[in-house]
């Protein structure tokens, strides 16, 4: 098996999970992460969600005390070791005291039967360059590969590294050693997959070069984006997941915007690269910024942001609180003929799209088809089956979400959908 076979291997299929930003931002801690990875194993792993991914900051010493002014506290103190790596912040998770880091945590979800992750930052703490702390397996320090006219414009914890010093690999190596004794089957790296700066693209390169030395199967995700279509070949070889959009939050404009984005990413679908439409905003939200609230999407929008992610096959990563959750939302994401769509090995296509509505499809063993009513009315959303490339003689349908039949007459699949909603019929 060759690299990139080997990396494919790694997600077959769009991962699935939860992420703790959109509800904790910096401020998650130990409890936090094994209250919803308690809740993940008990109600969704037998749907397929497996990942536990504790996001941003989860190093940061008090970020989490200081929501209300500071999103990233500039030059926050740190949890690190002496050769420039991150660890996690004591007071947040106390199993990490005496060096064990993150091991006792994830040990804790490997033992629900889950998977573990964390978000990182591209290059190197601007500490460990001020410090001039060594890079493991060298005879350099930080501040040799670092690059401080290189750094996040959002978040002021890194330097990039400088791509032409062998130390900058080398740095990616020992961190990517480390998460592997730690027992991490998932990286979110951020400030990477839009390039905003110049270094990424070979960032990006040395972080794949990382995880296949590490001697542990790591997923990689790559954040924000937008991400680039020109260059989708090399996202392709280095990583399994890539965001489309910058952050997605609760918006209806957002949403609607998302079929352009699937659309262009349609055909860059496949075992081990997936095309990412971002976290799914749904549950209760945003404990983190002015108190937790209740998602602003309506029933019918839901619908519509599940049935697209999924005929599209994007990674699904719940943003919200999971211990809690409404029982009108735990069926959304637990329902398995909408969730079997992530699985098909075939690509959608969308064979439809104005500003009022949308239809894509996908051809399995069955055809199944998504119509979406875009209006701000209730609409009937309407595709000829010819259209979808279908001549055999189909006489009806199962919605999906329902279970209802769906009659078809003259060859035309036509469904009355709310504003903003979503039918997605098997044919």
């Known amino acids: 098996m060759n690299r990139v076979e080997n990396k494919n291997a790694r997600a077959l299929t769009p991962p699935m999970g939860w992420n703790s930003y959109d509800y904790y931002n910096t401020s998650a801690d130990e409890e936090d992460i094994k209250a919803n990875a308690d809740y993940m194993a008990k109600h969704l792993k037998k749907y397929g969600w497996e990942y536990v991914v504790v996001d941003i900051e989860w190093y940061s010493k008090h970020g989490h005390r200081c929501n209300d002014e500071f999103q990233y506290i500039p030059f926050e103190a740190m949890e690190i070791d002496e050769y420039g790596r991150l660890q996690p912040a004591l007071e947040r998770f106390p199993s990490s005291k005496g060096g064990k880091g993150f091991k006792p945590l994830a040990d804790y979800i490997h033992g629900l039967g ?211 959750l409404d029982k009108e939302t735990l069926k959304l994401i637990t329902n398995a003929k909408i969730l079997e769509l992530l699985r098909f090995p075939e690509q959608a296509h969308q064979v439809l799209r104005d500003d009022e509505k949308a239809v894509w499809i996908n051809k399995n063993k069955k055809t199944v088809i998504a119509l979406f009513n875009l209006a701000d009315k209730k609409n009937r959303v309407s595709v000829p089956l010819e259209d979808a490339g279908i001549t055999a003689k189909v006489t009806e349908g199962t919605e999906l979400w329902t279970g209802e039949t769906v009659k078809i007459a003259r060859k035309i699949l036509a469904v009355d959908i709310e504003p903003h909603g979503a039918a997605v019929v098997e044919l």
Not at 222 to 245: D, F, H, V
Request: proline residues 6%; glycine residues 6%; aromatic residues 10%.
């Open 114 to 324: 889950l998977k573990f992750g964390i978000h990182i930052m591209r290059g190197i703490p601007r500490i460990a360059a001020h410090n001039h702390m060594p890079v493991l397996g060298t005879k350099t320090t930080a501040d040799t590969i670092a690059m401080p006219d290189n750094t996040c414009f959002w978040n002021p914890d890194m330097y990039g590294v400088n791509p032409a010093k062998p130390a900058s690999q080398a740095y990616y190596d020992s961190i990517m050693r480390l998460y592997a004794e730690w027992g991490v089957d998932f990286i979110k790296c951020d400030d990477i997959c839009r390039m905003d700066r110049q270094t990424a693209e070979e960032e990006i390169k040395m972080l794949a070069r990382a995880i296949d030395k590490c001697g542990r199967p790591i997923v990689l995700s790559l954040s924000p984006g937008a991400a680039l279509i020109e260059k989708a070949w090399l996202y392709s070889q280095n990583a399994n997941m890539w965001r489309i959009t910058d952050d997605f939050w609760d918006d209806w404009k957002l949403l609607k915007a998302m079929f352009e984005r699937c659309e262009v990413w349609e055909k860059h679908t496949g075992p081990g690269c997936w095309p990412d439409c971002d976290m799914l905003t749904l549950g209760k939200l945003g404990k983190w910024h002015n108190g937790e609230r209740k998602c602003n999407f309506t029933e019918a929008e839901l619908k519509t942001m599940m049935s697209l992610w999924c005929i599209f096959r994007s990674p699904l990563m719940l943003g919200c609180k999971l211990p809690g």
